[in-house]
């Protein structure tokens, strides 16, 4: 049914099909853990240099863990809390160049260096986030913020 691809090595590009492969993958599935997973493991496959890829889904007022591929994870994260927690009380991006200069971090895998959590905003509601962390500091920049936005923008058509 789905097998990896191999990238042009163009970014843009290669963003590009991981965009058109991520609509293919969730286009009318309606089940959110189905369409979370499929999510992580599509991300994971397409990104380097990432030891973490996931969800974590808001529930009374804590993101819990949700679909994710890497290794065992924080289970709880308060809001506002760490990078994901304050993605959500900013409900904004979180591009965060080395984790040990961000105030409060929540070290799950010490090996994590650097890391991007997208807020997913459904139906005008925190949903909860997309979570990425890299063991390298400053693995992500620009252009993986704005493709990796536009990625969560699909997996969230797929939860209303």
């Not at 991007?116 to 925190?126: E, K, R, S, T, Y």
Request: aromatic share 8%; hydrophobic share 40%; net charge negative.
């Amino acid at each position: 049914m789905f097998k990896a691809s191999n990238y042009s090595g163009n970014r843009v590009k290669d963003y590009e099909l991981l965009l058109q492969q991520t609509k293919a993958l969730l286009d009318g599935e309606p089940d959110h853990i189905a369409n979370l997973s499929n999510a992580s493991a599509l991300l994971n496959q397409f990104l380097e240099d990432v030891n973490w890829v996931g969800f974590y889904i808001y529930k009374e007022n804590e993101l819990v863990l949700g679909p994710f591929q890497g290794l065992p994870a924080c289970i709880r994260i308060p809001n506002g809390k760490g990078v994901c927690g304050t993605a959500i009380e900013k409900k904004e991006t979180q591009l965060v160049a080395d984790v040990n200069t961000f105030p409060g971090h929540i070290a799950c895998d010490s090996a994590s260096q650097s890391e991007i959590v997208v807020p997913l905003i459904v139906n005008g509601n925190i949903y909860g986030v997309l979570d990425i962390d890299s063991p390298s500091i400053n693995r992500f920049d620009e252009t993986d913020k704005e493709y990796i936005e536009k990625f969560a923008g699909i997996v969230q058509l797929s939860l209303n």
